[in-house]
């Protein structure tokens, strides 16, 4: 099944990336950015189902099964599961290669990147490019909200290619506290969103509303994504909205957000998830994140766009 980014949209996202100055893309990673380096949620979630007797069906739904556990322990309880998941079975990534997801976003020169993930990937692979990354966490709680930030406008700090930042929507692994896991924190993190002004620094919001978005490592049915993209909706313009893009992968049974809306086969599944996410000014390329990185990098020599 062929991607269906069209050949104005490379164009448009290389111009962004390489040649404007400042850069007007901003990458956001999702859980897929970090494949065969952590463990899937799906495989967690089935796991957790048979340690705590789940009783429903949808046992590979993350969220839901952290829901049920904090509901039979406390709100904590699979905050700190999925961090012990988490540094048990991480695995170190290869920054040498130039195809890694984390590699590849850090060679390019942007001062911001965005992620929903937990990790210290992108961090990782910054320092490893000779680039002074800060992480910065999103203050979506009164646990974590007084936590000091360098992205205060007191301290004056501008993000920039040489001194980028990497801003952790749903939290980070050094701060459970800061998780956003079960069903209750996706919706208390989109209602503290919507409601207490000043939780995104504005430097991330002109991020959100002034730069082309691009989306690695979300799935179709993604909680993080689509509460992400309701979460973002507020700080954008619609008479000003660029297009964005994202890297997923072609849909398969069951990774269809309206299932009645189309047949059985994943070529029509993919033609309406095109126009669901057209809808959203998002294009997709089908395909995975070496693959996209692969052509990224051969339309950028194509195009003559220095390093």
């Given at each position: 099944?062929?991607n ?18 400042p ?8 859980a ?5 380096l952590?463990?899937l949620?799906?495989d967690?979630?089935?796991k957790?189902?048979?340690?705590y007797n ?16 904090a509901?039979?322990y ?8 999925i961090?012990?998941?988490?540094k048990q ?5 290869d920054?040498?290669d130039?195809?890694?997801?984390h590699?590849?976003l ?11 993930n937990?990790d ?9 490019r ?5 992480r ?18 007191k ?11 990497v ?5 980070h ?7 956003v896991?079960?069903?209750d ?10 409601t207490?002004p000043?939780?995104?620094?504005p ?8 730069t ?5 490592g979300?799935?179709?049915?993604d ?7 309701r979460s973002i909706?507020?700080?954008t ?20 957000l ?7 086969s994943p070529?029509?599944a993919?033609?309406?998830?095109d126009?669901?996410?057209?809808n ?9 994140v070496?693959?996209f990185?692969a052509?990224l990098?051969?339309?950028k020599?194509s ?5």
């Amino acid at each position: 099944m062929p991607n269906s980014l069209q050949d104005k949209y490379w164009e448009l996202l290389i111009d962004r990336i390489y040649r404007k100055d400042p850069p007007t893309c901003t990458p956001f990673l999702g859980a897929g950015a970090c494949y065969g380096l952590l463990p899937l949620a799906g495989d967690v979630a089935r796991k957790w189902a048979a340690t705590y007797n789940y009783p429903f069906p949808d046992s590979s739904d993350l969220v839901k099964l952290a829901q049920y556990v904090a509901i039979n322990y406390d709100r904590m309880a699979p905050k700190e599961e999925i961090l012990n998941v988490l540094k048990q079975e991480a695995k170190a990534p290869d920054f040498k290669d130039p195809l890694q997801p984390h590699r590849a976003l850090a060679d390019m020169p942007l001062p911001i990147y965005l992620t929903t993930n937990y990790d210290n990937l992108m961090v990782d692979a910054l320092k490893y490019r000779h680039r002074d990354a800060k992480r910065e966490l999103c203050r979506w709680n009164r646990l974590v909200q007084n936590q000091p930030s360098l992205l205060d406008e007191k301290t004056g700090f501008k993000p920039t290619a040489a001194n980028p930042v990497v801003f952790h929507f749903h939290g980070h692994n050094e701060v459970p506290e800061s998780l956003v896991l079960t069903e209750d924190d996706y919706m208390d993190f989109l209602v503290n969103l919507s409601t207490r002004p000043g939780l995104i620094p504005p430097v991330i919001e002109d991020a959100l509303s002034k730069t082309m978005l691009l989306f690695i490592g979300y799935k179709i049915v993604d909680w993080s994504f689509r509460v992400l993209m309701r979460s973002i909706s507020r700080f954008t313009e619609g008479s000003l909205v660029r297009t964005h893009v994202a890297v997923m992968l072609p849909p398969r049974g069951g990774d269809v957000l309206q299932p009645e809306a189309v047949d059985s086969s994943p070529q029509k599944a993919q033609e309406y998830l095109d126009k669901y996410y057209e809808n959203l000014n998002i294009r997709v390329y089908w395909g995975t994140v070496r693959e996209f990185v692969a052509e990224l990098n051969k339309r950028k020599k194509s195009m003559a766009v220095g390093d």
